[in-house]
């Protein structure tokens, strides 16, 4: 079955940091990517998405770039805020045939805190 | 998302209780789900259901039971509630067309 794996965390941060989150998955076949974040207290939100290959998502400075030859999207942001600090879940959708894209398979998501 | 709104937002409830969680939509949206969310696993689909007369179950559906009242409610049952069932739940509805999910805020569930 379709699988996303998220790199270990908790992530801790200086403001203005670089900041990756890895992101893998394996599925069986043409899925869409989403990264979802999750504020403190609050539902997930869409951070942003790619569906096929080599597509870039991105959004409120992050990005992350469909790559299907090594099976990943990974998410970045070149200079961190403290507003930043929350949990990011890596998903995917098997948009194949007009699945559903609310039909997710997520990563187990990683905590990141942005000190000032 | 204001739309998707779940209640109650916090319940802590006994071992072997009966519980629902109701969560309800403005958005429109046939399609609603069910998820679990636990500490270092992600969420989990629980059941979903694409317009008001189809059910389906997800990966993790065993002690769980759903009912679409209509399109825009989508009610989650705990027969008979179990300590390893204490987890945040969410709620979440998708549209064709539209390539993404909107979630709801989420209901802490505490079995006891």
């Known amino acids: 079955g379709d699988s996303v794996t998220q790199m270990e965390g908790p992530v801790t941060l200086s403001e203005e940091a670089f900041l990756t989150i890895n992101c893998t998955y394996t599925?069986?076949?043409?899925?869409?990517l989403f990264w979802y974040v999750q504020y403190p207290g609050e539902g997930l939100q869409l951070l942003l998405k790619?569906?096929?290959?080599?597509d870039k998502g991105s959004n409120k400075g992050f990005e992350a770039t469909y790559r299907k030859e090594t099976t990943s999207f990974h998410l970045e942001k070149g200079s961190v805020q403290v507003s930043d600090s929350a949990v990011y879940f890596c998903?995917?959708?098997?948009?194949?045939?007009?699945?559903?894209?609310?039909?997710?398979?997520f990563g187990q998501g990683t905590i990141l805190t942005v000190h000032p | 998302d204001a739309d998707v709104t779940q209640t109650p937002r916090n319940r802590i409830t006994k071992t072997g209780k009966r519980i629902m969680l109701e969560c309800s939509q403005t958005?429109?949206?046939?399609?609603m789900y069910w998820y679990r969310q636990d500490p270092g696993l992600g969420l989990r689909l629980i059941y979903y259901?694409?317009?008001?007369?189809?059910?389906n179950k997800g990966e993790i559906s065993d002690g769980y039971s759903v009912s679409r009242q209509a399109q825009a409610k989508f009610s989650l049952s705990l027969e008979s509630a179990i300590p390893n069932q204490t987890a945040l739940y969410f709620c979440?509805?998708?549209?064709?067309?539209?390539?993404?999910?909107?979630f709801g805020q989420g209901t802490r569930l505490t079995v006891v």
């Open positions: 979440a509805t998708s549209e064709a067309g539209q390539r993404r999910a909107f």
């Open positions: 599925a069986t076949g043409y899925p869409s």
């Open positions: 790619a569906t096929k290959a080599d």
């Open positions: 998903a995917l959708s098997e948009s194949a045939g007009g699945t559903s894209y609310g039909k997710l398979t």
């Open positions: 958005k429109g949206h046939d399609r």
């Open positions: 259901s694409f317009d008001v007369k189809d059910i």
